[in-house]
């Protein structure tokens, strides 16, 4: 079973930039696809980007297009989700997920196999 450990979440000011990291606890992670997810208190996870296992595909939702980028460091089992132009409505708790089936891209959230721990991310204006 693989762990994912999330870290990089703080306070930042509107436009400023944070760096999510997901740390993988298996080699195996390197054969699975990456998703993004945050939750702002009172709504529902939402879809924030995606990575497939190579790191040839990405995607991303229409609010973060352009200020977000996900990257990942297989030889790391390291997963990365670099925030610029960052708004008070990125205001949430951030996860990373993991697919186990890489020819099946999703942005569902219910078909991710795990999950991390989250981290918060706070952006004031």
């Known amino acids: 079973q693989v762990q994912l450990v999330e870290s990089g979440g703080g306070s930042v000011q509107a436009g400023g930039s944070l760096r999510l990291s997901c740390a993988a606890s298996?080699?195996?992670?390197?054969?699975?696809?990456i998703g993004w997810f945050r939750q702002a208190p009172g709504k529902e996870r939402e879809f924030v980007a995606l990575i497939n296992w190579n790191g040839g595909t990405t995607d991303y939702a229409d609010s973060v297009k352009g200020r977000f980028t996900c990257s990942r460091d297989n030889a790391k089992n390291t997963h990365y989700l670099q925030m610029n132009s960052l708004r008070p409505e990125d205001t949430a708790v951030y996860y990373c997920a993991a697919d186990i089936t890489p020819w099946d891209i999703t942005k569902t959230p219910n078909e991710y196999n795990y999950w991390g721990q989250g981290t918060q991310v706070t952006v004031s204006s």
């Open positions: 298996l080699r195996t992670a390197r054969t699975y696809n």
